[in-house]
C-alpha cells in the first residue's frame, strides 16, 4: 500500500517560468492539502482539495493554483515564478471527517528558481 | 489571525527529558498536533490533542490548555535519534497552521 508519493522529488526552474508538481494520496484517502516549506520554517498552508473543489486556501497569491483529478490525485501549479518560491513543497493527504492521525505527508518536491 | 509561537532551539543529554512549550492564537481552532521533522524529510505525526489535559504516548507526552491557548511536548529518555525538529500544529479548520519548529539537539 504505497503512501503519498510526490513528483518530481527535485527540479531547478528559471525565474518567470511555470511549474507543475504532482501528487498521489495514500490509497483511500480523498482530501490532498499542499504546503510550502522555506529553509528553516515550519511549512505553510498553501490550499486543500477535497472532491475536485478547493475546499481552503491559505494566504498565497493566485499565481499558486491547483487541481484535483477524479481519482484523488493532485497538482500544484506555479506561474511566473520568483526566486522566493524555493522551497520543499508537501502533499498531504487525509480522508474527509477524519482528524487525528490519518494525514500523511509525502517527501516533498524541492523547488528551486534561480 | 494565526500566530504560533515555539522556541527556536533547545539542547539537552541522552536520557534527559526535555519539555517543548507551545502559545497559539488561532481563529478556527479545533485541535492541536505535534509532529517531529528530520532534516530533508517531511514531518511525521507524534500526538493530537483536542480536549484539555495530557495524552501519553510511550516517551512521548503532550498537553493542551485551549483557554490558554498552549501546549508542550514532553520528551522522556532522550536519544540521540530524538534530535530532530519539532513542529507545534494548529488544525484551523480543514487546514493545518504549522508553527516554525523547535531544533532540538540531543547531545552524549
Known amino acids: 500500500d504505497a503512501g503519498v508519493t510526490q513528483s518530481p522529488t527535485h527540479l531547478i526552474k528559471t525565474r518567470g517560468q511555470q511549474v507543475t508538481l504532482r501528487c498521489s494520496p495514500k490509497s483511500g484517502h480523498d482530501t490532498v492539502s499542499w504546503y510550502q516549506q522555506a529553509l528553516g520554517q515550519g511549512p505553510q498552508f498553501i490550499f486543500q482539495y477535497y472532491e475536485e473543489e478547493e475546499r481552503q486556501r491559505g494566504n498565497f497569491p493566485d499565481r499558486f493554483s491547483g487541481h484535483q483529478f477524479p481519482n484523488y490525485s493532485s497538482e500544484l501549479n506555479v506561474n511566473a515564478l520568483l526566486l522566493g518560491d524555493s522551497a520543499l513543497y508537501l502533499c498531504a493527504s487525509s480522508l474527509a471527517g477524519r482528524g487525528r492521525n490519518t494525514i500523511y505527508f509525502g517527501e516533498g518536491s524541492w523547488l528551486t528558481v534561480v | 489571525g494565526q500566530n504560533i509561537d515555539q522556541p527556536t532551539e533547545m539542547t539537552a543529554t541522552e536520557g534527559a527529558i526535555v519539555q517543548i512549550n507551545c502559545t497559539y492564537q488561532?481563529?478556527?481552532?479545533?485541535?492541536l498536533f505535534w509532529y517531529q521533522q528530520h532534516a530533508g524529510e517531511a514531518p511525521t505525526f507524534l500526538s493530537y490533542?483536542?480536549?484539555?489535559g495530557l495524552e501519553e504516548k510511550g516517551r512521548f507526552s503532550s498537553f493542551l490548555s485551549r483557554s490558554k491557548g498552549y501546549s508542550y511536548l514532553l520528551l522522556k529518555e532522550l536519544q540521540m535519534k530524538d534530535s530532530a525538529s519539532y513542529l507545534c500544529v494548529c488544525q484551523a479548520g480543514t487546514a493545518l497552521i504549522f508553527g516554525k519548529g523547535t531544533t532540538l539537539s540531543v547531545s552524549s
Open positions: 490533542n483536542v480536549l484539555d
Open positions: 488561532t481563529s478556527g481552532f479545533n485541535g
